[in-house]
Each structure stands twice: as structure tokens, then as C-alpha cells.
């Protein structure tokens, strides 16, 4: 999973779903203020997911405007069947514009290098 903590880290994403997927730039004028990016996963019709938002455009809607356009391009463009995102447990904020816009908790993978949890989001088509 990406750490990304700027929207400079946030171009590696773009790089490595180009690879097998596909990226947006979010632009706020002429500024990337972040990037969405899908790609295949080995689970057949399932699609992983990652987002940077630049802090500036949190608590504006912006995420759940992303997410409505992106599932519905991903169920009637793609005919994915299912949604997965990879989110830190300490992001409260990432872990909530989840669950509010219909993602449920799929596992906790924990990491021995790493102190917390990688919660697995998913959000089924059917």
C-alpha cells in the first residue's frame, strides 16, 4: 500500500495504476490537488482502489463526489463487482468517507514492520 503524504507522493500512484489500471488527476484550477486510481486485482471483477486528497479539499464533499462518479464508471463501465481499498487504521477520516458512502470492513491485515493495522474496505455491486 502507498503512504503517500503529499500530492508529489501521490504521483507514484498515478505511475504504478497506469502499469494495469487507470488514474485521475483532481484539479483545482490549474493545481493537482490529488489523484483516484482503480486497477485489476488477482480476485476476478474486483477492483483496487487508492485516492491522495490534498488536506485543503477535506471535509468538502469532495471524496464522496469521487466515489459516486467512480463507482458508477466502475458497476456500468467496467462491470466490476466489487470495490476493495486498503486504508491505515489511524486514518479516521478516510475510514469514515468509507463507511459513508456504503464501503463495510472486509479484514484487518496487520504487518510486522508496521505498528498498525491496514484495514481491507469493499463495497459489492451485487
Same mark, same amino acid.
Given at each position: 500500500? @502507498? =503512504? &503517500?503524504?503529499?500530492?508529489?507522493?501521490?504521483?507514484? %500512484? %498515478?505511475?504504478? @495504476?497506469?502499469? #494495469?489500471?487507470?488514474?485521475?488527476? %483532481?484539479?483545482?484550477?490549474?493545481?493537482? *490537488?490529488?489523484?483516484?486510481?482503480? /486497477? $485489476?486485482? /488477482?480476485? !476476478?471483477?474486483?477492483?483496487? +482502489? &487508492?485516492?491522495?486528497?490534498?488536506?485543503?479539499?477535506?471535509? $468538502?464533499?469532495?471524496?464522496?463526489?469521487? +466515489?459516486?462518479?467512480?463507482? !458508477? @464508471?466502475?458497476?456500468?463501465?467496467? $462491470?466490476?463487482?466489487?470495490?476493495?481499498?486498503?486504508?491505515?487504521?489511524?486514518?479516521?477520516? &478516510?475510514?469514515?468517507?468509507? *463507511?459513508?458512502?456504503?464501503?463495510?470492513?472486509? !479484514?484487518? !491485515?496487520?504487518?510486522?514492520?508496521?505498528?498498525?493495522?491496514?484495514?481491507?474496505? =469493499? @463495497? #459489492?455491486?451485487?
Amino acid at each position: 500500500f @502507498y =503512504r &503517500s503524504q503529499s500530492v508529489e507522493d501521490a504521483k507514484t %500512484i %498515478i505511475e504504478e @495504476y497506469l502499469k #494495469d489500471g487507470e488514474a485521475w488527476a %483532481i484539479m483545482q484550477g490549474d493545481t493537482l *490537488r490529488g489523484v483516484f486510481a482503480l /486497477e $485489476r486485482t /488477482e480476485e !476476478e471483477g474486483v477492483y483496487g +482502489m &487508492s485516492t491522495f486528497l490534498a488536506p485543503a479539499l477535506w471535509g $468538502r464533499g469532495v471524496t464522496t463526489a469521487i +466515489m459516486k462518479m467512480v463507482k !458508477e @464508471y466502475a458497476e456500468v463501465d467496467l $462491470r466490476a463487482k466489487s470495490l476493495q481499498a486498503h486504508v491505515v487504521d489511524v486514518n479516521v477520516g &478516510s475510514c469514515t468517507a468509507l *463507511r459513508r458512502n456504503g464501503f463495510y470492513e472486509k !479484514e484487518i !491485515e496487520h504487518f510486522p514492520d508496521y505498528e498498525h493495522g491496514l484495514i481491507v474496505f =469493499r @463495497y #459489492d455491486f451485487e
